[in-house]
């Protein structure tokens, strides 16, 4: 199977919509690989800071994402992320790192460092890809783009929860200011703004489960004759 025929299902949405979970939950169940890309950007920023390069200095931070060292572990419980060999899967989720990573997303050379990286994800026997421009720019060709959406303030109650749970403390009012100057941010970026592709299904998952959505998404691949029945 060429590169070109390996089939790719993208998620794209704003943080909270659910992307993560559901597309780890969709490639598990059918044997995919899994780009998240969210992840290469919050590398990239996490990098940054430790390495003490500023968020403001394009060109070396397109260096830094070329040649980030990164390892995907996939496991049952979840997906562990290593950088330069240290496990860095909960250090990279952090609002801070978020914010940082949506600073890096928007400069021009940055991305340009990592797009084949991504690109080179597509692998048979298929590719979820899970981030905010998969479908509009890394793989425009793709069979099947989904956008998922939900309300700010249901994006917020998710992270408020998922942080209590990973023994974080965090206000949810601040969460929810965050969510939305990250959006105003992502979505008036001039490159690569986060909107639906041309071509994309939209999901509100504001009052869906997880599972409800996963089932979706493999349904439309089925009806597309993209997957085997599952």
């Given at each position: 199977?060429?590169?070109?025929?390996?089939?790719?299902?993208?998620?794209?949405?704003?943080?909270?919509?659910?992307?993560?979970?559901?597309?780890?939950?969709?490639?598990?169940?059918?044997?995919?690989?899994?780009?998240?890309?969210?992840?290469?950007?919050?590398?990239?920023?996490?990098?940054?800071?430790?390495?003490?390069?500023?968020?403001?200095d394009e060109t070396a931070l397109a260096e830094l994402a070329a040649d980030?060292?990164?390892?995907?572990?996939?496991?049952?419980?979840?997906?562990?992320?290593?950088?330069?060999?240290?496990?860095?899967?909960?250090a990279i989720r952090t609002e801070q790192v978020g914010d940082a990573a949506?600073?890096?997303?928007?400069?021009?050379?940055?991305?340009?460092?990592?797009?084949?990286?991504?690109?080179?994800?597509?692998?048979?026997?298929?590719?979820?890809?899970?981030?905010?421009?998969?479908?509009?720019?890394?793989?425009?060709?793709?069979?099947?783009?989904?956008?998922?959406?939900?309300?700010?303030?249901?994006?917020?109650?998710?992270?408020?929860?998922?942080?209590?749970?990973?023994?974080?403390?965090?206000?949810?009012?601040?969460?929810?200011?965050?969510?939305?100057?990250?959006?105003?941010?992502?979505?008036?970026?001039?490159?690569?703004?986060?909107?639906?592709?041309?071509?994309?299904?939209?999901?509100?998952?504001?009052?869906?489960?997880?599972?409800?959505?996963?089932?979706?998404?493999?349904?439309?691949?089925?009806?597309?004759?993209?997957?085997?029945?599952?």
């Open positions: 199977m060429s590169e070109a025929t390996v089939p790719v299902l993208t998620v794209d949405g704003p943080g909270g919509a659910g992307k993560g979970t559901v597309s780890r939950l969709v490639a598990a169940r059918l044997g995919w690989h899994l780009l998240d890309s969210g992840a290469l950007y919050r590398l990239t920023a996490l990098a940054a800071q430790r390495r003490g390069v500023s968020l403001d980030l060292d990164v390892v995907f572990l996939a496991e049952e419980e979840g997906a562990r992320v290593l950088l330069d060999g240290d496990d860095v899967s909960r949506s600073r890096v997303a928007s400069l021009p050379a940055v991305r340009q460092a990592l797009l084949q990286r991504q690109r080179d994800f597509r692998q048979a026997p298929g590719l979820v890809a899970d981030g905010r421009d998969m479908g509009t720019v890394v793989f425009e060709d793709a069979p099947l783009k989904v956008f998922l959406t939900a309300s700010a303030s249901e994006r917020a109650r998710r992270r408020h929860l998922q942080l209590q749970e990973a023994g974080v403390d965090a206000s949810l009012s601040s969460l929810l200011k965050e969510i939305q100057a990250r959006d105003a941010r992502d979505m008036q970026r001039s490159v690569a703004p986060l909107v639906p592709a041309d071509d994309a299904l939209e999901l509100d998952t504001t009052s869906l489960s997880i599972p409800e959505v996963v089932d979706r998404l493999t349904e439309w691949l089925a009806q597309r004759g993209l997957t085997r029945d599952t």
